[in-house]
């Protein structure tokens, strides 16, 4: 019998279809949140799964999956994933970085022009029939220019947005637990500062770090309260960087000018204070989502299951692996064909 990959929503049918030849492709055809023992079950006569961030898979989840070798993850945060666990029980894990960056990048410039030119509140207004002539006075937002971007967490998609500044005229900073080469410094013509500095300095403040247990409130109260009044605060990473609560009363209370969020913490719900707020530009966790992104990130996902098998252009080096200590172990004990 072929392998069996099971993938836990729907995808691009002609991206998947490059399984066929190799496996018992079983996808689900709605997108459905799986209760913890039910995705068990799916995952436990499988011998590869394409999964997103909805599926969180652990120790639980994969203790009865024998033949289980590759959890290939739709999305380039893997918080979603135990890595360790994956990785004790001899699993691979990837992800899809290098899919999405460009796409993330242009939605972090909608979403932060957005918030500094207030566009949410006056679609919002305009929809609502009160446009009767505008006072030239009013309306009055943020320009960009000549402002100082931040960035915290410079992985790809930080640098593909500091790429962007340039055309802006805007100065960069970032901060990342380890500086960029120089070189790469120099391309995205951003400079690192500590992690205060990048708060005190920062008139946009974008946030591209992954989730962590390190990073999860890496913007709180104190953080917020080290920030310009006059700030915008933008997260396209991940919900649970950022306390929402905190951030709730900062923009409450005139501590912060606008945030646009892309991202929060308990999604699909919203914290209910934060969508009574018109400095806020709001987003359905959709930075990823353009033709290209999301096809080349289901192509990724693919592209590792047929790799670890030993197929297609990258075989047996699944192209964006995260554990690949697992190869190693795995080549040593028993070969693949
Ligand atoms: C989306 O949130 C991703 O991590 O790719
Ligand atoms: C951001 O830093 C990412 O690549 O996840």
Known sequence: A????????????DIVARLDPYFEVVAEPREIVFPPAELAA???DCDAVIVGLKERVGAAEVAGAARLRIVANLGVGYDNLDLAALTAAGIAASNTAGALDESVADFTWAMLLGAARR????????????WQ????TDWLGMDVRGRTLGILGMGRIGQA???RAVGFGM?????NRSRLPQALESECRARWVD????????DFLVLALPLTPESRHAIGATELAQMKPTAVLANIARGGIVDDGALADALAQGKLAAAALDVFEGEPVVN????????????????SASPDARRGMTAMAVDNVLALFGHGPHAGRPPTILNPEVLAAAGSNHPTP
């Open 161 to 163: 947005v500091a790429r």
């Open 119 to 130: 566009m949410g509140e006056a679609e919002r207004w305009l929809r609502a029939g009160q």
């Open 272 to 287: 209910p204070r934060l969508l009574e707020l018109d400095n806020v530009l709001l987003s359905p966790h959709i930075a």
């Open 195 to 202: 992690k205060g500095e990048l708060l005190r300095l920062s």
């Open 42 to 44: 799916k995952i436990r």
């Open 2 to 13: 072929k392998p069996r990959v099971w993938i836990s929503r729907p995808t691009f049918p």
């Open 171 to 175: 100065d960069v900073i970032y901060h």
């Open 133 to 136: 002539g505008t006072r030239f």
